[in-house]
């Protein structure tokens, strides 16, 4: 799973998996919708039945022993990260999530971007901002390395 073609193929099985059998999360006939968590931990959840390599693992707040912060010292916790725990040198990809109903996307590429940066202290290959719509086949991702979106609304 070192490449992010392999990725790719994991997170299409996880998305399909995810609208096969959590469609009402998403989206149901009273127009409800639960809350991103549970759309993130069960895109994590089928993640981890593809990648046997690495862990993954959702809202996950350790950076090694101390807390996981931003540069103006905020906690944060990824929707979902690829990873060996306890490694930062194994750390393959972080992934935000975003449902339909919440626009708010530009600020997990910003999170992405510092996470990926090159030289920076998480040291993440890759970073995926999903976006789920109510469509499976609309459903797009865009991919950070090195602090930059290196392809953007991509389908998935």
């Known amino acids: 799973m070192n490449t992010l073609g392999r990725f790719y193929d994991a997170l299409k099985i ?3 998996m995810l609208f096969y059998k959590d469609q009402y999360l998403i989206f149901n006939e009273t127009d409800n919708h639960v ?12 993640l981890s039945l593809c990648i046997d390599e690495y862990d993954v693992d959702c809202e996950y ?19 979902i990260i690829v990873h060996r725990r306890g490694c930062n040198s194994s750390n ?3 992934i935000e999530v975003k449902p339909w109903w919440n626009d708010n996307a530009e600020e997990d590429i910003k999170k992405l971007a510092e996470m990926t940066e090159e030289n920076g202290r998480f ?9 789920i719509t109510k ?18 609304n991509i389908k998935i």
């Open 92 to 94: 393959f990809v972080v």
């Open 135 to 152: 469509n499976r086949y609309d459903v797009t991702a865009t991919i950070l390395s090195k602090g930059d979106i290196i392809e953007r």
């Open 123 to 131: 040291e993440y290959d890759y970073g995926c901002s999903i976006i």
């Open 35 to 46: 809350s991103e968590l549970s759309i993130s931990h069960k895109i994590g959840h089928y």
């Open 14 to 16: 996880a998305l399909d």
């Open 61 to 79: 707040n350790r950076d090694l022993a101390d807390s996981k912060k931003n540069k103006a010292n905020e906690l944060i916790r990824p929707d």
